[in-house]
Structure formats: structure tokens, C-alpha cells
């Protein structure tokens, strides 16, 4: 399928930033003899918040480590900020570590520091900062994630799973980033807190020029803050698009996802049935994950 459709919201790269903030192309992730993918290609575009959905199990996580080299790939190319990550050395590989921020899923805190000094932990790793100005930038962090500033001295587990989410969010954003990856960030939160958060996202998109990557499972994320979506099926990203267009996208999975009980939901009435073709299962929920090509 193509892009058709250019994302509205997204605003134009600064110049400089390539087109495509990330590219993969022909990867390969296997453990042991479990091909995880295979010849994988994706693109994510500077300045969109492009959703990252697939069954249970097909690999969402691993192929955000992968790009993040937490795992080792055994083929293909992954090129961020138009450099490609094998050919840096560990001085461009560091500078390149500080255009992106990470949110882990359940927030990945350090259960033994505060929330403060958890902001700071990129700071102090990445640069030279003196107390005062860290104390004061971790502040600020809290006011761009709507955490009031009285959470900086908490520990994590004084915190709601909300607030654990946003805490962990004030991490990622800690050293401005320009690229942003979430892994599952709505959930575990009620539909008002996940709703909220995504009302976040999307503003610091728009406030900071971010680029997100976001793994989720939340219908109500894709359609009300994706740009574009990636599907993972069958050991690929079978389709990038806009959801509309995934709508239509002629594959049992994507449609049993979009179209299915759940997502029936945010499809106008009329067009409920237009172009469904659909067994009852998705095939990644009744393919076995750990079989080998
Ligand atoms: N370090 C590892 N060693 C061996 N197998 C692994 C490892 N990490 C992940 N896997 C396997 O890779 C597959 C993909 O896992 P992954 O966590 O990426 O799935 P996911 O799509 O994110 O799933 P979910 O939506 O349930 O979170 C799974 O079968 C998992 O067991």
C-alpha cells in the first residue's frame, strides 16, 4: 500500500533533519533459531507520531530494542538521523544517543531514587550540569508532563500508575530529545489518564517538534493521535499508513483489529462492512509466534 496521504498535523522537517527520522531496511532479529522478523523494512518520518501495532508476541518490543541496539540484529541496516548506526563510532554513537528519549513500558524508574533525581540521571550521564541548573531543568520537565513540581521529591512508589508514566516521560524528555519512543504508554491507565496522556503526546509533538515512535494497543491512540500507523504481521510490517486507509487494507489481521468488535466503534456506521473480508480470528492471534520460516 502507499502513503497516500500526508499526515495534516505534521509539521515540515527543520532543515538539516532528513525526511525519514528512522529507517529500516532488510532486518533480520532472530534468538536462537526463532526468527523474530525477517527483511523487515520501515520508515518513520520526521516530525509524525506513527503508532506501531501487531498481535501479541509478533515482536513490537524487539523491534524498538532493535532500532535502540538493546538487540543485536543479524541482517539489514537501521539508519537514524540519516546515519547509519552500524557505521558510527562510540563518540557519534553517544551524540546520537542524546537526539532520543525513551518511555519503557510501566515507566522503568530507579525504584530507589526520586523522581528528581531520576529526571537527571540523562543529564548526568550525558552532560555537565551543575546542581542548581539540574534541579531547576528537572522542574521544568515536571511542568511540560503535568506533574505538579511537589513530585519531585517522591519516590516512584509514592506514585499513581499515572503519575509513574508521566514521571517517566520527564526522563525520557530530559535532554530534549527530537525523537521520542513509547512502549505501550496507555497502559494500565483508566480511559480518562489514557486519553490525557495522549492528549500529551501530541502536544509536546506539536510544541517541541518531537517525532514519536509509539508501540501501543490502544485504539483510541491511533485514531486520535497517530499520523500513521505500522502493522507487524507475518515476520514484516506489512502496511504504513493512515488508519483510514488501513481500513481498507486487504490483510485478515488488520482487519479483524480495525474492523473487528472493538474497532467497529470509530468507524461511521455506513461504512462499517465496506470492505471487510474478514475470518473471525486475526492470523497473528492463531499463527503460533515461535514458528520457523
Ligand atoms: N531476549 C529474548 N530472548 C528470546 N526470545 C525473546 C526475547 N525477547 C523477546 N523474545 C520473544 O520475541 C517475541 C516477540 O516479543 P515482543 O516482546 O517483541 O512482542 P510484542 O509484540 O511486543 O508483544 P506484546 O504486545 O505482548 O507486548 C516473543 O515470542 C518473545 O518471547
Known amino acids: 500500500m502507499n502513503d497516500v496521504s500526508e499526515p495534516a498535523r505534521r509539521p515540515p522537517p527543520k532543515s538539516g533533519t532528513p525526511e525519514n527520522i528512522i529507517e529500516v531496511h532488510d532486518v533480520t532479529v532472530s534468538f536462537g533459531n526463532f526468527n523474530v522478523f525477517?527483511?523487515?523494512?520501515?520508515?518513520?518520518?520526521?516530525?509524525?507520531?506513527?503508532?506501531?501495532?501487531?498481535?501479541?508476541?509478533?515482536?513490537?518490543?524487539?523491534?524498538?530494542?532493535?532500532?535502540?541496539?538493546?538487540?543485536?540484529?543479524?541482517?539489514?541496516?537501521?539508519?537514524?538521523?540519516?546515519?547509519?548506526?552500524?557505521?558510527?563510532?562510540?563518540?557519534?554513537?553517544?551524540?546520537?544517543?542524546?537526539?532520543?528519549?525513551?518511555?519503557?513500558?510501566?515507566?522503568?524508574?530507579?525504584?530507589?531514587?526520586?523522581?528528581?533525581?531520576?529526571?537527571?540521571?540523562?543529564?548526568?550521564?550525558?552532560?555537565?550540569?551543575?546542581?542548581?541548573?539540574?534541579?531547576?531543568?528537572?522542574?521544568?520537565?515536571?511542568?511540560m508532563v503535568g506533574l505538579p513540581r511537589s513530585a519531585a521529591d517522591k519516590m516512584p512508589s509514592e506514585l499513581s500508575g499515572g503519575m509513574i508514566k508521566r514521571?517517566?516521560?520527564?526522563?525520557?524528555?530530559?535532554?530534549?530529545?527530537?525523537?521520542?519512543?513509547?512502549?505501550?504508554?496507555?497502559?494500565?491507565?483508566?480511559p480518562i489518564g489514557a486519553a490525557s496522556f495522549d492528549d500529551l503526546i501530541a502536544r509536546l509533538r506539536d510544541t517541541l517538534g518531537l517525532t514519536v515512535y509509539m508501540v501501543t494497543h490502544d485504539l483510541d491512540s491511533l485514531h486520535t493521535v497517530c499520523d500513521r500507523v505500522a502493522v507487524l504481521a507475518d515476520k514484516k510490517v506489512i502496511a504504513t499508513d493512515t488508519v483510514s486507509n488501513l481500513l481498507d487494507f486487504d490483510h485478515p489481521w488488520v482487519q479483524e483489529y480495525f474492523r473487528g468488535e472493538r474497532g467497529r466503534r470509530f468507524i461511521p456506521s455506513g461504512e462499517q462492512n465496506a470492505t471487510q473480508s474478514t475470518p473471525s480470528a486475526p492470523s497473528g492471534a492463531s499463527a503460533p509466534p515461535?514458528?520457523?520460516?
Open 167 to 190: 514521571a517517566g516521560l520527564a526522563r525520557a524528555l530530559s535532554i530534549d530529545p527530537e525523537l521520542l519512543f513509547v512502549d505501550e504508554p496507555t497502559s494500565g491507565l483508566d
Open 38 to 143: 525477517k527483511h523487515l523494512d520501515l520508515e518513520v518520518r520526521t516530525g509524525e507520531i506513527l503508532g506501531f501495532v501487531g498481535g501479541s508476541g509478533t515482536g513490537k518490543s524487539v523491534l524498538m530494542r532493535t532500532i535502540l541496539d538493546l538487540v543485536s540484529k543479524q541482517e539489514g541496516t537501521i539508519r537514524l538521523f540519516g546515519q547509519d548506526v552500524d557505521e558510527l563510532d562510540p563518540v557519534a554513537r553517544q551524540r546520537l544517543n542524546r537526539r532520543y528519549g525513551v518511555l519503557f513500558q510501566m515507566g522503568a524508574l530507579f525504584s530507589s531514587l526520586t523522581v528528581r533525581e531520576n529526571i537527571q540521571v540523562p543529564m548526568r550521564e550525558n552532560y555537565s550540569v551543575n546542581r542548581k541548573l539540574m534541579d531547576e531543568l528537572a522542574l521544568l520537565k515536571l511542568d
Open 290 to 293: 515461535n514458528e520457523l520460516d
